[in-house]
């Protein structure tokens, strides 16, 4: 087997690991933008990364008018506050929005962007420091901007190695007030992205590896995730398990399932990671005439069969929505267009997406 992986980002892990690690912030510069929404002034993140700063005489701006969901007016906006307070770094903290956010703005802050989902991404990017404070999307990890096109009614991606953090801290602490329903679907969307890696053409030795951990340590939460009842290690385990599927991704891209989700979110404003969790169950048996033995290899790393899965599954994220039969038919014919299909082992048709679509969130 051929196969390349690659894994840039530095990753400090542990309690009060931001604190303690002042002296990995100096060298980037004197002048530092955080990134980040509402959320951080109150998750500790955006005091400890003061802090730190303020040791390393290092200044700061914050710009937190990150909404969930960023869409392209936010990061070019961000990137021209970027470039009149002359940062040398940005410091991202918080779920995936801020985190993907901050890649575009560090894009932006630096070069001369017209239609950034076609701009070609040249080496100077600002560099970047992610601090999440949820354990879900892995963006501190990964060369991804997930951002909102409103002129295709989508979510799309920009990436290029350039978009890779150069440090991420994996802190727990800052997700102890996360409301339960965030918690949850964070973990799907982390779960997601390790089973839909195994099911790349891009899926390798490496990546199946760390996919299997990942499940491990996101199913070995599963207790807690389904009582709502989180100690501070089941917080840190839930921000590896997020890591490692991230660190997945980032070599293998997602399949269908993403595809899919990005309308659930669009139109109905579902949150990311419960449209992963809605989908996946009814997806993974459509893949068992497909890619037999990939769908076993997944079942192992889950330690349950399909239908456990899908029961597990079902209690996290309670009652499905229900949607027209026209709404999935829209849903269908614009994931099929979605370049994730391709990104799948085996060919998946549009009439096939609907039909997932319906076992899923149909009436």
Not at 37 to 48: F, P, T
Not at 250 to 257: D, Y
Not at 261 to 271: D, E, H, I, M, N
Request: hydrophobic share 45%; aromatic share 8%; charged share 20%.
């Amino acid at each position: 087997m051929n196969f390349t992986y690659y894994m840039p980002v530095r990753v400090v892990a542990g309690e009060d690991c931001v604190q303690k690690n002042a002296a990995l912030f100096a060298p980037f510069g004197t002048r530092a933008l955080i990134v980040t929404g509402k959320s951080s002034a109150k998750n500790g993140a955006l005091e400890d990364i003061f802090r730190v700063l303020r040791q390393n005489g290092q200044e700061f701006a914050v710009f937190n008018e990150i909404e969930a969901n960023p869409s392209v007016a936010t990061v070019q906006k961000g990137g021209l506050f970027a470039r009149s307070f002359g940062a040398d770094f940005i410091v991202a903290a918080g779920g995936g929005s801020p985190m993907d956010a901050a890649k575009a703005i560090a894009l932006c802050a630096r070069q001369d962007v017209a239609d950034i989902f076609s701009h070609p991404i040249g080496e100077d990017v600002l560099p970047m420091i992610h601090i999440p404070t949820t354990a879900g999307t892995g963006s501190e990890v990964t060369q991804y901007s997930i951002l909102t096109d409103d002129v295709s009614q989508t979510k799309r991606s920009i990436a290029a190695p350039q978009l890779f953090p150069k440090i991420a801290f994996l802190d727990g602490k800052y997700m102890e007030d996360l409301p339960q329903s965030v918690t949850v679907n964070t973990a799907l969307d982390a779960v997601s992205h390790a089973v839909e890696g195994m099911l790349s053409v891009r899926a390798n030795l490496f990546s199946d590896a760390l996919a299997r951990e990942s499940l491990r340590l996101l199913f070995g939460e599963y207790s807690a995730l389904r009582a709502g009842v989180y100690a501070r290690a089941d917080r840190q385990m839930l921000l590896y398990g997020a890591a490692l599927a991230g660190m997945v991704i980032a070599n293998t891209g997602t399949t269908p399932v993403h595809g899919m989700g990005y309308s659930l979110t669009y139109f109905r404003g579902v949150p990311h990671g419960r449209a992963n969790g809605l989908l996946l169950p009814a997806f993974l048996e459509a893949c068992k005439g497909k890619v037999p033995r990939r769908v076993s290899a997944i079942c192992e790393a889950l330690g349950m069969d399909l239908p456990a899965f899908s029961q597990k599954v079902d209690d996290l994220i309670g009652p499905r929505d229900v949607y027209s039969e026209a709404e999935l038919r829209d849903y269908a014919a614009r994931a099929a267009k979605n370049r994730n299909v391709k990104n799948y082992l085996a060919e998946f048709s549009e009439e096939e997406l609907f039909e997932v679509l319906c076992r899923s969130v149909g009436g």
